[in-house]
């Protein structure tokens, strides 16, 4: 009895789990606010080239072009790499990153700085407080990607 409860028991957290993963919306704080991106959460599951904390911060990716050819471009890493564009409006690009077993979300983001020539970035996990490293690893991932297409 104790054994079939248990099974039952993970299953409906499982379950749960998949449920929240693939019914998440983005959140309300994506995009440009004062020519800046949404700072980082508290939680460790966010990276921004934007922080100032080491916890969160990593560097912007360098890049030269126009708006046109450097969003192009990061569109077609970001389709490389598994994810999908959401929007892409002048020098701004929204993309969505899902895990493959439970299908959880990350919004990337990534602004282009034409007169300095870089590429500010952030990617969140929307869900959870840890995310094991996953949007560090996909920020410099994007980077090699980018930088060696």
């Known amino acids: 009895m104790i054994y079939k409860l248990s099974i039952l028991i993970i299953i409906v957290f499982i379950a749960g789990l998949f449920i929240a993963a693939n019914f998440s919306t983005p959140p309300k704080n994506l995009g440009m606010t004062g020519g800046k991106l949404s700072p980082c ?28 050819q450097v969003i192009k471009k990061l569109e077609s890493c970001i389709r490389k790499m598994g994810g999908s564009i959401v ?34 970035i952030r990617s969140a996990s929307r869900l959870g407080y840890s995310d094991l490293g996953v949007n560090r690893k996909r920020v410099e991932e994007l980077r090699t990607l980018f930088e060696n297409n």
């Open 41 to 68: 959460p508290d939680s460790p599951n966010c990276v921004s080239s934007q922080a100032s904390s080491k916890e969160h911060g990593i560097m912007p990716i360098k890049a030269r072009g126009t708006n046109s």
């Open 87 to 120: 929007s892409s409006n002048g020098p701004y690009l929204h993309a969505e990153f899902k895990s493959r077993f439970f299908h959880f979300v990350d919004d990337l983001e990534c602004v282009y700085n034409e007169v300095e020539e870089t590429i500010e």
